[in-house]
């Protein structure tokens, strides 16, 4: 089985920043892209970033210049390192990732538990 464990949520006033990681463990055998999604209530959830495994990234429009994605492959690790943040960057944020269990199996998405970020003074 395979799990994404997110972390680095929290509160932050309106220009801090924060860095999210998610870890993906269990039955790997290669992760494809990488991403962050958010969702606020009544919205449709929406790609924040995306990475794929040889580092070429894509932002929302909403987040580019002020929000930078990375990963580290050996550790099987994306972060999202957010600053400047604005009230309307509340949300919960998900990370996602494309996963292979074995070289037998086609990649599947899988999904963290999510984390809260609130942006307010």
């Known amino acids: 089985q395979v799990q994404l464990v997110e972390s680095g949520g929290g509160l932050v006033q309106p220009g801090g920043s924060l860095r999210l990681s998610c870890a993906a463990s269990g039955s790997i055998y290669s992760i494809n892209a990488m991403g962050w999604y958010r969702h606020t209530p009544g919205e449709q959830r929406e790609l924040v970033a995306a990475i794929t495994y040889g580092g070429s990234t894509n932002y929302a429009d909403s987040v580019k210049g002020r929000f930078t994605i990375s990963r580290d492959n050996v550790k099987n690790t994306v972060y999202l390192q957010m600053n400047s943040l604005k009230p309307e960057d509340t949300a919960v944020y998900y990370c996602?990732?494309?996963?292979?269990?074995?070289?037998?199996?086609?990649?599947?998405?899988?999904w963290g538990q999510g984390t809260q970020v609130t942006v307010s003074s």
């Open positions: 996602n990732a494309d996963i292979r269990s074995s070289s037998y199996y086609s990649p599947k998405a899988y």
